[in-house]
């Protein structure tokens, strides 16, 4: 990574308020990355005047989108709490973004109205299998293609995973089904090959706002640069290169530490650094480890903690022989949380 993205990354208090993008929002764990995004809607169709028809917000779980339209509905929560008229129509996960833009396109894409959706990784596996059978391929060709799908990239052409997922698609089709990761990769191919489409959404997302930036994957990268072809401006992603987790399905911290390469000078990494989630014994703890064995991370400020979270119990190292050892060690803990932490203090003294 370039050396010039390490010495660009500030930290601001109000992120939300900053005008000109596109931006990344490095948030620690416990830094109120979700508020900030709350705050950023309220800032846009309040004080920016911005119609809530021109912003999205893209989650990455459907408990998060839930959680964010829960807060901005909450009269309780005066900083970010707006009235119905104001509040964004569209806080979803990306995969209900692009269900959408299939089935509003269904025809374009050769689907019938009613077509299903595959959810079940069984039926799935089955399928990949028979697909292999019919294109006379080996199941390590199923496998392949399974796995490169999920991960949202594309086979190489003309190879047996292409060739097994070729087969596969058809067996869909046939089904008037399409898949889970079918809702990206065909409002992918909407987008691209409709312009009158993709200005339609790309006028809704004006203001495009994109939570867990670090474990988005090939394809899901692609959807959001086309959302933000025509105003890259109105780009805010929050994420965090330490906690990318989804690598199984492609899920990389290269797009946030490339995000200044893709989207050019114009591009502002911002950080929060206040943790008010862990004590500061367990996030500098956890921070040593990432950085020991993490080399291609962005170096970020240094955390900051306050009132009980400034200090905190010694971590208690157990080494243990086998896993069934340490899930005893777990529910002892658990049993009796008041006896251990007693336990801990006093070791700690």
């Known amino acids: ?14 992120p939300w308020r900053v005008t ?13 990355k979700t508020h900030q995004l709350a705050l950023r809607i309220k800032d846009l ?10 912003v999205t917000v893209i ?28 509040r964004p129509r569209k806080i979803m996960t990306m995969h209900s973004l692009g269900l959408e833009i299939v089935r509003k396109n269904a025809g374009a894409l050769a689907l019938p109205p009613d077509f299903t959706i595959l959810s079940d990784p069984r039926v799935r596996k089955i399928l990949f299998q028979d697909a292999a059978v019919l294109a ?14 999920q991960e949202g990239r594309v086979c190489v052409p003309g190879s047996p995973a292409a060739k097994v997922l070729g087969r596969y698609e058809e067996i869909l089709r046939a089904c008037k089904a399409v898949d889970y990761d079918d809702l990206i990769f065909l409002a992918c191919t909407v987008l691209e090959q409709d312009p009158a489409v993709l200005r339609d959404y790309a006028h809704e997302s004006t203001h495009l706002l994109v939570d867990e930036y670090q474990d988005i994957n090939q394809s899901q990268r692609a959807f959001i640069e086309l959302l933000v072809r025509q105003n890259r401006a109105g780009l805010f992603a929050v994420g965090d290169d330490d906690q990318s987790i989804y690598s199984f399905r492609g899920g990389t911290p290269e797009y946030i530490r490339s995000f200044r390469t893709e ?3 114009g591009a502002r990494i911002l950080s929060l650094d206040e943790s008010r989630r862990c004590p500061s014994t367990v996030m500098n703890s956890a921070l040593a480890v990432v950085q020991q064995f993490n080399s291609a991370r962005l170096a970020k400020p240094t955390p900051t903690f306050k009132g009980a979270r400034s200090a905190g119990n010694k971590i208690q190292i157990h080494s243990v022989a086998t896993d ?10 658990a049993a009796d949380p008041i006896t251990t932490q007693k336990r801990l203090l006093k070791t700690s003294a």
């Open 324 to 333: 069934d050892h340490e899930a005893m060690i777990i529910a002892t803990i």
């Open 20 to 32: 000109d993008g596109p931006l990344l929002l490095l948030a620690g764990p416990g830094t109120g």
């Open 136 to 149: 006379n391929e080996e199941p390590a060709a199923a496998e392949e293609a399974a796995q490169t799908r």
């Open 1 to 14: 990574m370039a050396s010039n993205e390490q010495t660009t990354i500030f930290v601001d208090p109000e």
């Open 59 to 86: 989650t990455f779980t459907k408990a998060a989108a839930s959680n964010m339209r829960d807060r901005i509905s909450d009269e309780g929560k005066a900083d970010v709490y707006l009235p119905p008229n104001l």
């Open 263 to 265: 989207f050019g000078d």
């Open 45 to 54: 169709v309040t004080t920016r005047t911005v119609s809530p028809e021109s």
